[in-house]
């Protein structure tokens, strides 16, 4: 756990759009090693303020613990996923919060960590899971799923073209061994999708590391769920920030923002307001803001980074 690490992305735009305040109570939903935990938290710890980190992964949480044990009694961290946000604030008697984050990328200590098996990039089990306490490992998904449900995730999770293909070759290759390390799935995706058609700028396993990951994580219903609440917790004048990593992520994010700053839903004939919604928050981002090119440059995982921001009314 030494050297835990993971660059924070776009951290002078988190704490300009969160405006943290003094005496204000704010959640980091995704903690990971604390980065914009720590910048929000030397905004509103002074004057009786507090900062509720969360996250899944119980190495992430150690190493969060660490960089902010200077802040004392106004950090409370919690093992869980943000999904279940409800229960976590009912347990510290939290009602309400002033603002809250949403880093939803992956850290480069998961990334590049032996045994964790979010990448093709080392040999290891096909584990994925965020919280390896408990849940399906990205391994007995493979070898148990029917071809159409892989078939599914792929394309849908990793919007993989040769999702049928890569499905087909994983059900043909389990039938002789079953499949239990990284780089014995991205041979297998690699012999699925033609040599000629690999995009010159990512790995043809990409897409589907992508799709598993998520599905093992449950991380798109997570985020809506968790989304949600958090926005439904914020007092009037909070403000929330979600920063996405790709394409799905971002259009739940967007959608949500946008359904909730809309107000009358009524037919268009109808003269006059019957349903009596008004808008609930106010979109501070047009567009997504994403990363300037010196902080790419510094850290290259932040190339695919979209960042959003509401303020509740």
Same mark, same amino acid.
């Given at each position: 756990m030494e050297g835990f690490r993971h660059l924070s992305v776009m951290p002078d735009e988190v704490v300009r759009l969160l405006a943290p305040k003094r005496g204000g109570i704010y959640l980091d939903?995704? $903690?990971?090693?604390?980065?914009?935990? *720590?910048? !929000?938290?030397?905004?509103? %710890? /002074?004057?009786?303020?507090?900062?509720?980190? #969360?996250?899944?992964?119980?190495?992430?949480?150690?190493?969060?613990?660490?960089?902010?044990?200077?802040?004392?009694?106004?950090?409370?961290?919690?093992?869980?996923?943000?999904?279940?946000?409800?229960?976590?604030?009912?347990?510290?008697?939290?009602?309400?919060?002033d603002g809250f984050i949403l880093d939803l990328g992956?850290?480069?200590?998961?990334?590049?960590?032996?045994?964790?098996?979010?990448?093709?990039?080392?040999?290891?089990?096909?584990?994925?899971?965020?919280?390896t306490s408990g849940g399906e490992t990205a391994a007995e998904l493979l070898n148990e799923l029917p071809e159409r449900e892989l078939e599914r995730i792929i394309r849908e999770y990793g919007e993989e073209r040769w999702a049928r293909r890569i499905a087909a070759f994983i059900?043909?290759?389990?039938?002789?061994?079953? $499949?239990?390390?990284?780089?014995?799935? *991205?041979? !297998?995706?690699?012999?699925? %999708? /033609?040599?000629?058609?690999?995009?010159?700028? #990512?790995?043809?396993?990409?897409?589907?590391?992508?799709?598993?990951r998520i599905a093992v994580n449950r991380e798109l219903e997570s985020l809506e769920t968790g989304l949600r609440a958090a926005i439904e917790r914020l007092n009037p004048g909070g403000r929330g920030v979600v920063i996405s990593f790709h394409s799905l992520e971002d259009r739940i994010v967007k959608q949500t923002f946008r359904d909730y700053a809309s107000g009358c839903i009524c037919p268009r004939h109808l003269p006059l307001c019957v349903c009596g919604r008004k808008p609930r928050v106010r979109v501070l981002t047009g567009r997504p803001l994403t990363a300037g090119e010196e902080e790419i440059a510094r850290n290259p995982r932040a190339r695919s980074a979209k960042m959003r921001a509401i303020e509740k009314l």
């Open positions: 939903g995704t $903690l990971g090693g604390g980065g914009h935990a *720590a910048l !929000i938290a030397e905004q509103c %710890i /002074p004057e009786g303020g507090m900062l509720i980190g #969360i996250d899944q992964d119980r190495e992430a949480l150690e190493a969060a613990g660490r960089r902010l044990a200077g802040f004392g009694s106004g950090i409370r961290l919690l093992h869980g996923n943000f999904s279940e946000l409800e229960r976590h604030l009912s347990g510290l008697g939290i009602e309400r919060l992956v850290s480069s200590h998961q990334l590049d960590s032996a045994g964790r098996g979010f990448s093709f990039q080392q040999d290891a089990p096909l584990d994925m899971r965020m919280d059900v043909k290759a389990r039938e002789e061994a079953p $499949l239990e390390r990284t780089l014995q799935l *991205a041979d !297998i995706v690699k012999g699925a %999708i /033609p040599r000629a058609k690999w995009e010159e700028r #990512i790995h043809p396993a990409t897409r589907t590391f992508q799709a598993l």
